[in-house]
C-alpha cells in the first residue's frame, strides 16, 4: 500500500525548523502555533499500525464518551490537560489508565468537531510537546459513515 506524502505543512514546518537563515528564524514564531490537520484516513492508518507508534487523546468531557470513542483512544478532559501534563508519570497512569505522554511522542488529539483537539494542541506545545497533530474532522467525522 501506498502512503500518501506528509501534509505540505508537515513539511514546509520541518523544514523551517531545521533551517538556521534569518527568514527561518522569523517564521518560527508563527509555524509553531499551528498544528499538523490530519485526516480520518491517517487516523486509520495510525489505527492499522501502519505510521507507527501513537498516543490518541479524546479531549471530550466524560459524559460525551457515550456516544462513541474512536478505537485505541485515551481520554483525558480538555479543562484537565494543562494540570494533567505537569502531573507525575505514575499519578497520570492511576487517574488515566494509560502511560503519561512524553515530550517527543507522536501524539494525536480529538474531540467532537475538531476546535478544542486544536486547543489541546496549543496547550501541550507551551508544555514543550513538539509532535502534536490535530484531527480536525475527529468524533462527527469519524462516526458519519
Known amino acids: ?6 501534509s505540505s505543512f ?5 523544514a523551517i525548523f531545521a533551517d538556521t537563515t534569518e527568514t527561518a528564524r522569523l517564521f518560527r514564531p508563527f509555524i509553531a502555533r499551528y498544528s499538523e490537520v490530519i485526516s480520518k484516513r491517517d487516523v486509520e492508518e495510525y489505527i492499522q ?5 501513537y498516543t490518541l ?21 480538555l479543562p484537565e490537560l494543562e494540570q494533567a501534563l505537569a502531573l507525575a508519570d505514575d499519578e497520570w497512569k492511576s487517574k ?3 502511560d503519561k505522554i512524553k515530550q517527543d511522542d ?10 478544542r ?4 494542541c496549543e496547550i501541550a506545545k507551551a508544555k514543550g510537546f513538539t ?7 475527529s468524533f462527527l467525522e469519524w462516526f458519519s459513515d
Open 131 to 137: 509532535n502534536t497533530k490535530n484531527y480536525k474532522g
Open 106 to 115: 507522536n501524539i494525536i488529539f480529538y474531540c467532537r468537531s475538531g476546535r
Open 1 to 6: 500500500m501506498l502512503r500518501q506524502p506528509r
Open 10 to 14: 508537515s513539511l514546509l514546518s520541518r
Open 57 to 77: 487523546i479524546d479531549v471530550r468531557n466524560p459524559e460525551e464518551l457515550a456516544a462513541g470513542v474512536i478505537p485505541t483512544a485515551n481520554n483525558v478532559p
Open 117 to 120: 483537539s486544536e486547543s489541546a
Open 96 to 98: 488515566y489508565n494509560f
Open 49 to 53: 499500525n501502519q505510521r507507527g507508534s
